[in-house]
């Protein structure tokens, strides 16, 4: 009969941790006469699942202490006593942030962020604004903060902060919005026009375009001026009494985005007509 000597379980991991981080556990087993260990049970000491990875990761819900327990079993099926340690898990921060400006802006807008996380003694803020295309200004250490948003598309705006209590420091990352900053295209105006003459009425069309993104956003409002005669509309007439040059401006307008093209339009004398008959 061969007699095997049973594995000895063992284990580290730090002595304090938060609960706003998993906690890394580590397999310090030895493995008695077999060749290897084959199995492992680890007991959280918090109700959850028994977790049979090698050295598991795991995240704790309520601070306090908790006694982790480990069992193993090596490849010639002998099973180690069960081996039992303390870890005290600290109250993490609550990370929280709010808008300050709007969840919708044209490209080149600048928006604003306020912290409203709580802690024992928060020290640090690290922002991250989801716009990868701004470099380093995509991220900031302010507790209030404000970022300028170039380019159009969705950003999600991430928020981590430290908290140092009971000699360590606890992370906590938030992504407190539940929608992201959406970014809008300014639209582009442009038109046309019909033949400039006195006396007739001159048609203007827009040909105003919004350049394409994932909001498919459209032109909504068409506002005209000439000749201190305003009119609404994409296409609009304007009829002038005198020969002579005149601005003109075009605004345009989005759900979310206004822009406008000043321009000068020079108007002819109509043509007369005359015949003598012989």
């Not at 033949?195 to 459209?218: A, E, R, W």
């Not at 000439?226 to 307008?253: E, H, K, M, R």
Request: net charge negative; proline share 6%.
């Amino acid at each position: 009969v061969t007699v095997y000597c049973l594995p000895i379980a063992n284990s580290y991991f730090v002595l304090k941790a938060c609960n706003t981080e998993p906690v890394a556990f580590y397999d310090a087993s030895t493995i008695g006469s077999g060749d290897s260990i084959s199995h492992w049970f680890w007991n959280f000491g918090d109700s959850s699942a028994i977790d049979t990875t090698k050295n598991p990761l795991h995240s704790f819900t309520h601070n306090g202490y908790y006694d982790i327990y480990i069992t193993v079993i090596n490849n010639q099926g002998c099973m180690s006593s069960q081996d039992t340690s303390t870890i005290y898990i600290i109250q993490g921060p609550h990370p929280n942030f709010s808008v300050v400006g709007s969840y919708n802006l044209c490209a080149g807008a600048v928006d604003s962020f306020a912290d409203n996380s709580t802690g024992n003694n928060i020290t640090g803020w690290q922002w991250n604004f989801g716009d990868p295309s701004s470099g380093s200004l995509n991220t900031s250490i302010y507790e209030y903060t404000s970022h300028q948003f170039n380019s159009v598309g969705r950003f999600y705006v991430t928020l981590t902060i430290y908290d140092f209590t009971n000699s360590i420091t606890c992370i906590a990352t938030d992504t407190a919005l539940t929608s992201p900053i959406n970014v809008h295209a300014y639209p582009i105006p442009s038109y046309t026009s019909s033949s400039p003459c006195v006396g007739i009425p001159i048609l203007f069309k827009s040909t105003s375009t919004v350049p394409p993104s994932i909001f498919q956003d459209n032109i909504t409002w068409w506002s005209w001026s000439a000749n201190s005669v305003n009119n609404i509309g994409d296409s609009v007439y304007f009829t002038f009494t005198d020969s002579g040059s005149y601005p003109i401006n075009l605004l345009v307008q989005t759900p979310y985005c206004t822009a406008s093209i000043n321009d000068t339009i020079t108007v002819f004398p109509s043509p007369t007509s005359s015949f003598t008959f012989s």
